[in-house]
T-cell receptor
Framework: DAGVIQSPRHEVTEMGQEVTLRCKPI?????LFWYRQTMMRGLELLIY????????DSGMPEDRFSAKMPNASFSTLKIQPSEPRDSAVYFC????????????FGNGTRLTVT | QQQVKQSPQSLIVQKGGISIINCAYE??????FPWYQQFPGKGPALLIA?????SEKKEGRFTISFNKSAKQFSLHIMDSQPGDSATYFC??????????FGKGTRLHILP
């Protein structure tokens, strides 16, 4: 079991550029979550999918953020255009069946927008 | 109503001491309360979890105490070790819905 795989590990970009973060969940897991972690706000849930369908995107900060899950083994989080306040660590997590099952987190993508 | 409030923000404990982290919630519909542990450069990982039909759950040196009437729960780490130094998150969820995390407690155990 390779665990949840996120790429890239680090991303540095300039304000206004498009950023795409990628996630490969654990095989057999039906739920996928995107979180953002900052010192000030802790772990914020951005969006979660169940069986590839977005269930709750109320945490997505604004229209600049979008997420897709085209199949059970891949998801992307896109920020366009990026802003300095988007700088954070973005985590992807998967679980067998939503919140009751243990969440398995990837090692995160540290995003810096200058 | 969807918030989980965690305290303290940071904690320093001597090796061998007891570390205590507290959490409070408002939404009485929450029915699952996990704790996650995060080491630097890594994602959080499930440490221990409790359901509101029990008042305490113990796994090794880690114990969750749950007070349903007060809507509070806490993590106790007995005989704290330097390897326990990490960030700890309490969380809550309703059935199989999304998990809401507290803001985290950075724990440092002095050798």
């Amino acid at each position: 079991d390779a665990g949840v795989i996120q790429s890239p590990r680090h991303e540095v970009t300039e304000m206004g550029q498009e950023v795409t973060l990628r996630c490969k969940p654990i095989s057999g897991h039906n739920s996928l979550f995107w979180y953002r972690q900052t010192m000030m706000r802790g772990l914020e849930l951005l969006i979660y999918f169940n069986n590839n369908v977005p269930i709750d995107d109320s945490g997505m900060p604004e229209d600049r953020f979008s997420a897709k899950m085209p199949n059970a083994s891949f998801s992307t989080l896109k920020i366009q255009p990026s802003e300095p306040r988007d700088s954070a660590v973005y985590f992807c997590a998967s679980s067998r069946t939503g919140g009751r099952s243990p969440l398995h987190f990837g090692n995160g993508t540290r995003l810096t927008v200058t | 109503q969807q918030q989980v409030k965690q305290s303290p923000q940071s904690l320093i404990v001597q090796k061998g001491g007891i570390s205590i982290i507290n959490c409070a919630y408002e939404n009485t519909a929450f029915d699952y309360f996990p704790w996650y542990q995060q080491f630097p450069g890594k994602g959080p990982a499930l440490l221990i979890a409790i359901r509101p039909d029990v008042s305490e759950k113990k796994e090794g040196r880690f114990t969750i105490s749950f007070n349903k009437s007060a809507k509070q729960f806490s993590l106790h780490i007995m005989d704290s070790q330097p390897g326990d130094s990490a960030t700890y998150f309490c969380a809550a969820s309703i059935w199989d819905d999304k998990i809401i995390f507290g803001k985290g407690t950075r724990l440092h155990i002095l050798p």
